[in-house]
């Protein structure tokens, strides 16, 4: 059996013993609770946030996983029944009292990742913040800008025939594969359908404005189904393929994380 | 398969045409990430909140199960470590946070109730403010343990010699028996032990003192390993028929609230 590292499934003197043993990170995952199409369940950030921290614990062996914070942001989701979102002041104040509790547990470092893409620009705002409030408790990590694992992603992608629309950014053909893979109880295949398939909108040098607009406009502007890609043909072993590259890149990016101090 | 009440795992199309269809309450769980003792998980007040949420809501038949809210108020835990901790103009933004976004749904009835206790005080204070903003689009319901039904548990406990001091408050005989029929493969009975049996602290004359002494000095303070009450000799079997007794009564509580 695989190590245990879900701190919500540990008691506290596991959670002791783990942590003077030498698991000294501590992984607090933002994912969400908004809709994902007609074929995905509305917690998929979460099953994959749980997900990619758990093999990212595994495969360091020097951390503990945080219970995934959801909801979190989503106001551009609010368009679809199901979608739960958190005021940004309100998710800045959850995620600084995470950090501020876990701070006490005897952890050196805490790494804040993310599942939901829509969390980065609020996380990448206020990391700095949180870290200074902390600073000399502990260390606090961002780690959510991951374009090598992206580019990594997109590359074996094509070279599946699988273009960036189709791949998509939200309940597509990569996030769907995903799924397949983490809970494929809750995939609804037979649902599945085309969302948005407009090529520049996934252009690597559009999406920054892509973001901004579904921020802006809400997603139902884009994607009457919600759906930013195309699900179609999506499998787990594209699935597979796809977390162990996010994995692997997470994994990476930590140590260098760590040894910058500041993240 | 039976059907799924929970939002998470639904789709939000499956979550409008549910909605649509009458089921149109959404029951929401305050619940808690916090130590409890050397045997449980500190997830064990989530686990016991999705469970009594589910159970509620397919007893009601019109009604879906939000996000469990976890972490919650947890202060007087935090000594432990595990135990996170929201603030409590936190919990409060948090709370209106998710009735805004079941309002903007559709849904017209929220039901709220805990799995953990120390939430119930920041809700007594808070829920009528909230209420008031989400109204009259949606109505707001908090169900609180009503004092007969707690006696009748006591009673039933007592009857199969489970003392107060031994059902406790925290991770005692109770609340273990009842994970052991949700979540076996998370207890460890091999560490269960006993924590804080001071027959005094356990008294209903005293419970209300109790519980403010563990929020002002912490539950480390009364208890080195975290338990008040005694799990040894937990069982699955009083665990189910506690557990079945909670949805009962919670059940009971909003069909005479929610017609009135």
Redesign the interface.
């Given at each position: 059996m695989e190590e245990k590292v879900l701190?919500?499934?540990?008691?506290?003197?596991e959670?002791?013993e783990a942590?003077r043993g030498g698991k000294t990170s501590a992984i607090v995952v933002s994912g969400s609770?908004e809709?994902?199409?007609?074929?995905?369940?509305?917690?998929t950030d979460?099953f994959l946030g749980y997900e990619i921290a758990t093999r990212v614990a595994q495969q360091l062996g020097t951390a503990l996983v945080?219970?995934v914070i959801?909801?979190a942001l989503s106001e551009h989701h609010?368009g679809?029944?199901?979608?739960?979102?958190?005021?940004w002041?309100?998710y800045y104040?959850?995620l600084e009292?995470?950090c501020e509790?876990?701070a006490?547990?005897?952890f050196k470092d805490i790494v804040l990742i993310t599942s939901h893409g829509g969390n980065t620009p609020v996380m990448t705002a206020v990391t700095p913040d949180i870290a200074k409030k902390l600073y000399g408790r502990v260390n606090i990590h961002l780690v959510a800008h991951l374009a090598e694992s992206l580019e990594e992603e997109a590359a074996f992608l094509q070279g599946q025939g699988i273009s960036r629309a189709k791949t998509g950014v939200h309940a597509g053909y990569s996030e769907t594969s995903e799924m397949l893979v983490v809970k494929p109880h809750?995939v609804?295949m037979e649902?599945a359908k085309k969302g948005l398939d407009d090529e520049s909108f996934y252009d690597p040098q559009n999406i920054p404005r892509s973001q901004i607009d579904s921020f802006i406009l809400g997603v139902r502007h884009f994607s009457e189904d919600?759906v930013l890609g195309d699900p179609r043909g999506a499998n787990p072993e594209v699935g597979e393929k796809l977390l162990e590259i996010t994995v692997t890149g997470i994994v990476k990016a930590i140590p260098n994380a760590l040894d910058a101090g500041t993240g | 398969m039976e059907k799924t009440v929970?939002?998470?795992?639904?789709?939000?199309?499956?979550?409008?045409k549910a909605?649509k269809d009458g089921k149109d309450t959404a029951i929401l769980v305050a619940a808690s990430?916090e130590?409890?003792?050397?045997?449980?998980?500190?997830?064990t007040d989530?686990i016991i909140g999705y469970a009594l949420g589910q159970a509620v809501a397919k007893n009601m038949g019109n009604a879906l199960v939000?996000?469990v809210i976890?972490?919650a108020l947890s202060r007087h835990h935090?000594?432990?470590?595990?135990?996170?901790?929201?603030?409590m103009?936190?919990f409060v933004?948090?709370l209106e946070?998710?009735c805004q976004?079941?309002r903007?749904?559709?849904f017209k009835n929220v039901v709220l109730f805990v799995s953990h206790g120390g939430n119930s005080d920041a809700l007594n204070a808070f829920i009528p403010s909230i209420a008031k903003k989400i109204a009259p689009d949606m109505r707001l319901l908090v169900v609180y343990p009503v004092e007969k039904n707690v006696k009748s548990l006591q009673e039933l406990l007592a009857e199969r010699g489970i003392t107060r001091q031994r059902a406790g408050v925290h991770a005692g005989f109770s609340e273990t028996s009842v994970m052991l029929t949700l979540r076996p493969d998370?207890v460890?009975m091999d560490?269960a032990r006993p924590g804080l049996i001071d027959e005094e602290f356990y008294q209903p004359e005293n419970i209300e003192r109790s519980k403010i002494s563990s929020f002002i000095h912490g539950v480390k303070s009364q208890s080195e390993?975290?338990v008040l009450g005694d799990p040894t000799g937990s069982s699955a079997e009083l665990g189910k028929v506690i557990f079945e007794r909670k949805v009962n009564d919670i059940v009971e509580e909003i069909k005479n609230n929610l017609t009135a």
């Open positions: 701190m919500e499934e540990m008691s506290w003197v959670i002791q942590i609770i809709q994902h199409g007609p074929h995905l369940p509305t917690g979460t945080a219970p959801r909801p609010m679809f029944p199901g979608s739960f979102t958190l005021s002041e309100t104040e959850v009292d995470h509790s876990l006490r547990f005897g809750l609804k649902l919600g | 929970l939002m998470e795992e639904m789709t939000w199309q499956e979550i409008k909605v990430i130590q409890h003792g050397p045997h449980l998980p500190t997830a989530t939000a996000p976890r972490p935090i000594d432990f470590p595990g135990t996170i901790t929201l603030r103009k936190t933004k948090v946070e998710y976004s079941l903007h749904h559709g998370l460890a560490k390993n975290g």
